[in-house]
C-alpha cells in the first residue's frame, strides 16, 4: 500500500484525508505500526480513526471480554459481541472499516515484547492500576506514549517520551474507583480518543507532538481547557 501510494495511486477511501494529510505522509502511515494497549472505551475509538485514518499495522492488546455494562460507552461493545474477546471485536470492526490496514490480536495482555519494531504505543488502559508500568515498558523500548484517562465528565491526555514525566506517575498509587463513583459517559471517551487518535497520526506523519511534556485536562461539563507543563517536574 505504501508503495503504491509513493507511485501516486492513492486510494479513494483516503481522498479525503489529502487536504489534511500529503502523499507522504499517508505514505508514513500506511507503514506505521503502534501498539495499542487497551479495547476499551478508549481504545475501540482509537482503533477506529486510526483505521479509517490509514494507519498500516495496529497491534490491540487486551485480555478482558466485552460485559453489559461496556455498552454504554464502548464503540466495540455490542449485543452482538457480548462475551468475546475484545481484541477479537477489534479486529472485525477494523477490517469492515478498511481492509487495507491489519490488526494484529494480543488478548494475553501486554508485554515487553510486543514494543519491538513499534513506533508509538496508545496507552488507552483504565483505571490507574497498570499506567505506571506501562510508560516503564514503553521508555525501556525507547517509544513514545500517547495517554489518556477519564473520570466522569474530565478527560486527561499526556504525550511522553523515554525519561520524561507523564500521566502514568501523575496517576500512580491512586485507586481505581474514581471511575465507578463519577461514572464513564460515553461523549468524554469519544473525545478524549479523538485528541489521542490524532496526536498519534500526527507523530506519525512527521509532525511534533502537541502534547509532549504537558498534561491536558478537559473539563466538558463546563467545557473548560487547560495545559499544565510537565517539564522538569519530579514525581515521588
Known amino acids: 500500500m505504501a508503495d503504491a501510494i509513493e507511485n501516486g495511486e492513492l486510494p479513494l477511501r483516503y481522498q479525503r484525508n489529502a487536504q489534511t494529510l500529503r502523499p507522504q505522509d499517508q505514505t508514513s502511515l500506511a507503514r506505521a505500526r503502534v ?14 480513526f486510526l483505521a479509517r485514518a490509514g494507519v498500516g499495522t495496529i497491534l490491540a492488546c487486551d485480555p478482558d471480554r466485552v460485559e453489559l455494562h461496556n455498552t454504554n460507552r464502548q464503540l466495540l461493545a ?24 491489519s490488526v494484529e490480536p494480543f488478548p494475553e495482555g501486554v508485554h515487553a515484547g510486543l514494543f519491538r519494531g513499534v513506533g508509538i504505543a ?39 517520551w523515554p525519561g520524561e514525566t507523564g500521566l502514568g506517575e501523575l496517576m500512580n498509587g491512586r485507586e481505581n474507583g474514581s471511575e465507578l463513583s463519577q461514572g464513564i459517559p460515553s461523549p468524554v471517551v469519544g473525545f478524549a480518543a479523538s485528541l489521542q487518535a490524532a496526536e498519534v497520526i500526527r507523530i506519525l506523519a512527521g509532525a511534533s507532538s502537541a502534547l509532549r511534556s504537558k498534561l491536558l485536562v478537559a473539563d466538558l461539563a463546563k467545557m473548560r481547557f487547560s495545559t499544565v507543563s510537565l517539564e522538569k517536574r519530579i514525581l515521588r
Open 35 to 48: 501498539l495499542l494497549v487497551g479495547c476499551g472505551g478508549l481504545g475501540g475509538y482509537v482503533l477506529e
Open 78 to 101: 455490542t449485543s452482538g459481541t457480548l462475551g468475546r474477546f475484545k481484541v477479537q471485536a477489534a479486529c472485525e470492526r477494523a477490517a469492515a472499516a478498511n481492509p487495507l490496514i
Open 122 to 160: 496508545i496507552d488507552c488502559l483504565g483505571g490507574a492500576t497498570h499506567r505506571k508500568g506501562l510508560q516503564t515498558m514503553a521508555a525501556a523500548a525507547n517509544v513514545p506514549l500517547v495517554s489518556a484517562s477519564v473520570s466522569g465528565w474530565t478527560a486527561l491526555l499526556s504525550t511522553t
